[in-house]
């Protein structure tokens, strides 16, 4: 953490960036939040933890139409959607300097609370600086420990890699923390009957209260008006009236990231109901690697995204009845 | 002596048809004298590529029982090149509505070329009986649309 905060304060001075976008400290331990620090001084506030999860790439489109150059922190992950934002011409190259920051998994706040970890106080062995296997936790209760991994998002345990697709420089080393399967889930969910494939969505997403999280944390929903907010959509600007408008909503929010989305598990992660907004993602990345080859955005800016080309021999949409 | 009502279940199939080839595929049944069943309720599109996903999920809240998207053959589109991506999409989205458990009956895409008449009638007349052996479409229907 230090060194990005030294590496900053140099790059403000000799005036390369004009901002720095990274993350400060929020009202409790574990909910970091994204800021632009503009300032030496301001940058005392700069943290850097198993905490910050956000992906600043989405902040980018932003500050692409500031005067200046922006310092942006990007995880491994995080560059995948800097890629295909470019690729999508959101955020201009020419503005940003990236720092591939160290990651070695992000925490879940959610999971560690799952294990009966109340009353939270203080966390110490999520700062990043050694490698610390396991978490500390000041509890109201006492103190509580558990395992670096189990405390991991859901994303991070089918981590893409440790290597970042684009940056200026690095600072901090990753950790490739992929121990499961992508579409392990996708592929239980796929071998159910249509009732059971039906009971398990109503119960998911009867819990949406369409707070649009997952949508506006989104690197690829970056369209400046969205379907969502014209009052055409049955659904805009209001808490889903009935199981049909939950599912048209979340069918059509991952339809429209389809082909574009990286997986990075932000929907997933800021859903404040615990919706796993990835299933829908992941249906759709695999449908996609299976029919018309593997494809991983935001590995590259210049291929061609699965929904935007064509063959002339590829499967008609029959195959999925007949794929069982 | 009454005499007996008898309900039978009537299916609401919505067909997409392209303008250039379905459509006249449609035409071309009707004016050869073919029948194809009185449920199947045509929505002439530009192309099979006009057709959003959401039109289809919208047709089965207003309460269609069946979807079903006709278009040029691929290669032949009047646009050169609008049916291969529909056909892309389609794929995806009828993978979709399997996943989160909508039978992939209720949904079909059928390539249907203005001189075929015969095929446009055959494949209306399958795809409403089988949407009529899967029943009503319980699954994806905006309760208040039900009067």
Redesign the interface.
């Known amino acids: 953490m230090q060194a990005i905060i030294n590496r900053a304060k140099e790059l403000l001075a000799d005036g390369t960036v004009a901002r720095v976008l990274g993350w400060k400290a929020g009202d409790l331990p574990y909910n970091p939040e994204p800021a632009y620090f503009e300032t030496e001084e301001s940058l005392k506030d700069f943290v850097y933890n198993g905490f910050c999860g956000a992906n600043l790439s989405k902040y980018m489109i932003e500050a692409s139409k500031l005067e200046g150059k922006t310092m942006v922190c990007l995880k491994p992950c995080d560059t995948y959607s800097f890629n295909q934002l470019i690729k999508e011409h959101r955020v201009d190259r020419e503005k940003a300097y990236i720092i591939g920051v160290g990651c070695k998994g992000k925490l879940d706040i959610e999971k560690i609370r799952k294990m009966g970890i109340k009353g939270i106080e203080s966390i110490s062995g999520a700062e990043l600086t050694e490698d610390a296997d396991t978490l500390t936790i000041q509890t109201l209760y006492g103190e509580k420990t558990c395992a670096y991994a189990d405390a991991m998002l859901e994303r991070c345990h089918v981590c893409k890699g440790k290597e970042h697709k684009i940056y200026d420089e690095l600072i901090g080393e990753s950790k490739d923390t992929k121990d499961a399967d992508r579409f392990e889930e996708v592929k239980r969910?796929?071998a159910m009957s249509?009732?059971?494939?039906?009971?398990?969505?109503q119960s998911e997403l009867s819990k949406c209260i369409r707070c649009n999280a997952c949508r506006n944390v989104c690197p690829a929903c970056s369209c400046r008006k969205c379907?969502f907010d014209s009052n055409k959509f049955?659904s805009s600007q209001k808490a889903n009236?009935?199981s049909?408008?939950e599912?048209?909503f979340h069918?059509?929010r991952?339809?429209h990231v389809?082909g574009r989305c990286t997986d990075c598990g932000e929907c997933s992660r800021v859903c404040p109901q615990g919706i796993p907004l990835h299933l829908?993602n992941r249906?759709?990345i695999k449908?996609?690697d299976e029919?018309?080859g593997e494809y991983q955005a935001g590995e590259d800016t210049t291929s061609k995204a699965?929904?935007?080309s064509?063959?002339?021999e590829?499967?008609?949409?029959?195959?999925?009845?007949k794929r069982g | 002596m009454s005499i007996e009502e008898k309900e039978e279940f009537r299916p609401k199939i919505v067909a997409f048809c392209c303008n250039w080839c379905s459509y006249a595929g449609a035409d071309l049944a009707g004016s050869s004298r073919l029948s194809y069943p009185a449920d199947v309720k045509i929505i002439r599109v530009p192309c099979s590529c006009r057709v959003n996903p959401m039109f289809i999920l919208r047709a089965f809240e207003k309460g269609a029982d069946g979807v079903i998207l006709c278009g040029c053959h691929p290669g032949d589109c009047h646009y050169s090149t609008g049916n291969f991506y529909a056909r892309r999409r389609m794929t995806l989205l009828f993978s979709m509505l399997d996943y989160i458990g909508v039978e992939n009956g209720r949904t079909r895409v059928e390539w249907v070329s203005a001189a075929e008449g015969v095929k446009f009638s055959q494949t209306m007349n399958e795809f409403v009986e089988k949407v009529r052996s899967l029943g009503k479409n319980v699954r994806l229907e905006d309760l208040r649309c039900r009067q």
């Open positions: 969910i796929e249509p009732e059971e494939k039906f009971a398990f969505f379907v049955d009236a009935d049909f408008e599912k048209m069918i059509i991952a339809f389809a829908f249906k759709f449908d996609i029919l018309y699965p929904l935007t064509y063959t002339f590829d499967a008609e949409p029959s195959i999925v009845g």
